[in-house]
């Protein structure tokens, strides 16, 4: 055994990842039981129309506070929850309380919920999530579902189903991160997406670099000329946001407009966008 063998560097290494490992189950089995108390909530962030200001909807972000260790990200416990096979009734928890906010909303205003990759290549996902907006009686086509090119990727023929099932029910679908990964043209021509996000990454160097912004510049040329929307993700400053409207960008998002808020404060947050607008 390593441990008994050596001393120093590999017993350190191996003692690491025995704590790794153990702090792994430790929180897989937490997300268990939290799942089952409902621990979870959801932040929900403004999505704004960038040439007229006015509150187009909001971007649910689950939220974990784990009893010991605290927040826990959700870039960290949504894998977490794929790896240990519990992102099905994870998810269905989440959007069943993103909705139920979401009802309560003016009716113009809109959902987007994050769909995992492990659940847009699984048959059955439309019918779930069509069936939870239905109990929780919001409308689907005040729903957008979020899913990343990964997701896409890994089962085209099965991603292709769930994404035109949910497409025939009148639920929106935007294609999220975009340009982070492998984004390939040919998913644009091939499926029905409605809107296209702008990844943080672009957003961040879009004032600073003339290439950063010709790609973004041609990025909401195809949006345009395909009939789709686009929302830039990450503003965090006025100089990113002008620029992002001078380049035709529809929607954004960001700490410059607001970040993720907690359901408690989205009833007012609207009444001041309302107000603003009016
Ligand atoms: P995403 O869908 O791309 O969400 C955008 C992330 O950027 C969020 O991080 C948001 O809080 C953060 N953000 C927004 N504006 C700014 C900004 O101006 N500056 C910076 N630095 N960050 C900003 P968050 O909430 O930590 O979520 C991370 C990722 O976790 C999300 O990326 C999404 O892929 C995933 N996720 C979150 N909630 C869910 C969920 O309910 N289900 C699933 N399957 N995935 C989720
Ligand atoms: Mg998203
Ligand atoms: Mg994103
Ligand atoms: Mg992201």
Redesign the pocket.
Known sequence: EAKAKARGGIVLFSDELERVALRHTIVSHDLRAAIESDAFQMAF?PIVDLRTGALSGF????RWRHPELGSV???VF?PMAEKSGLIAPL?AL?LRRAARAARDWPSHLTLS????AAQTDQPGTALAILSIIEDCGLPPSRLEI?L?ETAVLADLAIATRTISGLATAGIHISL??FGAGYSSFGQLCDLALDKVKID?SFVDRIVTERRAASIVGAIIGMCDGLNMQCVA????TQAQFDKLRALGCHKG????ISP?LPEEELIGFIARAERKVA
């Not at 971007?59 to 689950?62: D, I, P, Q, V």
């Open positions: 962030q971007e649910a972000l689950a990200p959700p870039d949504i998810s989440l919920f994050n769909l995992s979020e990343t999220d991160d943080k993700e990450g503003i965090e998002q960001g700490y410059l993720p």
